[in-house]
């Protein structure tokens, strides 16, 4: 069935250091992904999304692309900030059929120092 | 802020009580989804609706039901409460609930504790 794997975490980073979270899918036909934050005590917030392959979704410094031949989404922000801590999610939705759920990774704690 | 609203924040109950969670969509939302997020499970998709019917069902036990009303809002049951069923529960919301753009935003959430 479908599914995604996200890098362990947590993640520890200074502040002004490059983050890399990596997701990897697995899925039939071509879904959609997204990454989600959730700050503490706060709910999901969509950050990003593509919708097909080599799409490069963008927002606040962050950028993943849709890589179909290597099947992965990776989360990547050139610097990061005190204000990014918080747990990471990929997600996927396969579209079509009778559900549109979404597909959840385990999540990535980033802590961010300064 | 999604617009998505979720009520209540918190919901402290004891084993075997019942509890009814709610949620408001996004204007002009018409498809609505509920998941729990537990430590062991993590993020797991439950139940959806669109326009007042049952679309898709995932993992939810038959103690827990779920309707959505004409105005779009939805609710959901948990019955019989086990300490197991402590966990936060989102709701979100998306338009029509197919095609390759749509995208759920997502409530505050409830977080229920069984004691």
């Known amino acids: 069935g479908n599914s995604v794997t996200q890098m362990e975490g947590p993640v520890t980073l200074s502040e002004e250091a490059f983050l890399t979270i990596n997701c990897t899918y697995t899925?039939?036909?071509?879904?959609?992904l997204f990454w989600y934050v959730q700050y503490p005590g706060e709910g999901l917030q969509l950050l990003l999304k593509a919708t097909k392959a080599d799409d490069k979704g963008s927002n606040k410094g962050f950028e993943a692309t849709y890589r179909k031949e290597t099947t992965s989404f990776h989360l990547e922000k050139g610097s990061v900030q005190v204000s990014d801590s918080a747990v990471y999610f990929c997600?996927?939705?396969?579209?079509?059929?009778?559900?549109?759920?979404?597909?959840f990774g385990t999540g990535t704690l980033l802590a961010v120092q300064p | 802020d999604s617009g998505v609203t979720q009520t209540p924040k918190h919901l402290i109950t004891a084993t075997g009580q019942r509890v009814t969670l709610r949620c408001s969509p996004r204007?002009?939302?018409?498809?609505v989804y509920w998941y729990q997020q537990s430590l062991d499970q993590g993020l797991q998709f439950l139940i959806q609706?669109?326009?007042?019917?049952?679309?898709a069902k995932g993992n939810i036990l038959e103690r827990f039901s779920a309707q959505q009303f004409p105005d779009l809002h939805s609710e959901l049951n948990l019955s019989s409460l086990e300490l197991g069923d402590s966990a936060l529960y989102f709701c979100?919301?998306?338009?029509?609930?197919?095609?390759?753009?749509?995208?759920?935003?997502f409530g505050p959430g409830t977080r229920l504790l069984v004691l």
């Open positions: 609706y669109y326009n007042g019917e049952e679309r």
């Open positions: 899925a039939t036909g071509y879904p959609s």
């Open positions: 979100a919301s998306s338009v029509a609930g197919q095609g390759p753009q749509e995208t759920q935003y």
């Open positions: 997600a996927l939705r396969q579209y079509g059929g009778a559900t549109n759920k979404l597909i």
């Open positions: 204007s002009g939302d018409l498809s």
